[in-house]
């Protein structure tokens, strides 16, 4: 599995990726799931991808052509990221129409999930989640995360915390921490992390970091959050027994 | 949905189940999902269900029989907890017998799950786990916790805090605080919350309450909680930004 979150934030967005892939356990490998789609000064595009990777890489792939041999519908010359976003369902409709029987035929079931996020001159950020079907939401102020692969272990923080981030890195620290729970209980999502934060009207690559194993800032963070936990838990009275 | 937990301590077992069902969002009913089948002085057992409620309730009436008609094969005659397992997961193949085909023609799938614990005299406070098929695990020291249904919200709090928790009022904490980021992200999780602690060799049914909606306990745990977790968030360091 994989776990990506994207934020919608008042001063830009944040993209965050893990690296691990698995087929089976025994089968673990690193691989990069974050996808920049830029032109500075004009546009920057972030794509995030979950599910089956010879899925994903040929979607990415097939992308990545569009763009080569831009014929005026690829993201590089998309109009806004609405249009972005249905590029990319339709590349992975594309897919679908080539791999879905073959697969099926395997017992493989067609799962991809993606998220596209970025600024493209003449309208503010926006983010994409697009499903296995092509078909795509966008994040909004009251939905302002979308999550793909095993989100459920670090929703729950991202619903709690984010409210509380008003800067970019604040928001990066709440996407780092969703990204705690998911490592402690599921083995199928690691390290390294893909982080960038883009900031509001910049059209260029933001920040960027990959927090390897035994990153100092990544340690410290586990460690001052899991010690925060254990005195938040040694805080809070027992239940009222007998 | 539900969820459903049970730890085995040393000091003794802690069962939880929440009351939500719902058969789609406009069906949300409450309902029990905690049974006892208790000899004082002899055993005490703790049923936890999950999944289409339909079966579980099947399988606890079929239970319940059982125990009425008592022919030496039924949750109040079993020597071990081992051997209660065994009958509740025979109970599940009988109503898979029944059902199944029937559910399958209507395009439902046979679901369900269940929690067993207790004791038996003449062994230890044990706890089981049995899956759709009628097969079961059995919790350990290495792994003192079981859950059912929405499981993967709360599942990072248990890994986290319940080696801390040394007696069963902070067992029963930990079990509370697994229900927060449960409530918090998925509606098919909610109050009332039925909780029971088991002290070894007590042979009895334990502590219990219900948490209902403005229990003033479990409102103090979760603004405690909340607070905490912002403290323990506004402590930790930023990003290494640019």
Not at 110 to 125: C, N, T, V, Y
Not at 149 to 176: M, N, S
Request: net charge negative; charged share 20%; with cysteine.
């Amino acid at each position: 599995m994989t776990y990506c979150v994207g934020v919608l934030a008042e001063a830009g967005l944040v993209f965050a990726s893990d690296r691990r892939t698995n087929a089976g356990v025994d089968h673990v490998a690193t691989v990069k799931k974050m996808f920049v789609f830029e032109r500075p000064g004009e546009r920057m595009l972030v794509l995030l991808t979950a599910g089956n990777l010879a899925i994903t890489q040929t979607v990415v792939s097939l992308l990545d052509e569009d763009c080569a041999q831009d014929d005026g519908d690829s993201l590089m010359s998309a109009t806004s990221l609405f249009r972005a976003a249905r590029i990319v369902g339709d590349a992975l409709r594309q897919v679908h129409a080539h791999e879905a029987d073959h697969l099926s035929q395997q017992g493989v079931a067609f799962s991809a999930s993606l998220l596209l996020g970025g600024q493209i001159k003449g309208e503010g950020p926006r983010l994409f989640q697009i499903y296995d079907a092509g078909n795509f939401i966008e994040a909004s102020a009251e939905m302002p995360f979308l999550q793909i692969g095993e989100a459920k272990y670090g929703e729950p923080i991202l619903d709690r915390l984010l409210g509380t981030a008003t800067t970019l890195p604040q928001a990066a620290k709440t996407v780092l921490l969703s990204y705690m729970p998911t490592l402690v209980s599921n083995v199928s999502v690691g390290l390294p992390i893909d982080l960038m934060t883009y900031e509001r009207d910049s059209f260029t690559t933001g920040q960027r970091w990959t927090f390897e194993p035994r990153d100092g800032y990544f340690e410290a963070l586990d460690a001052g959050w899991s010690e925060g936990l254990a005195r938040a838990f040694a805080d809070l009275p027992d239940p009222p027994l007998g």
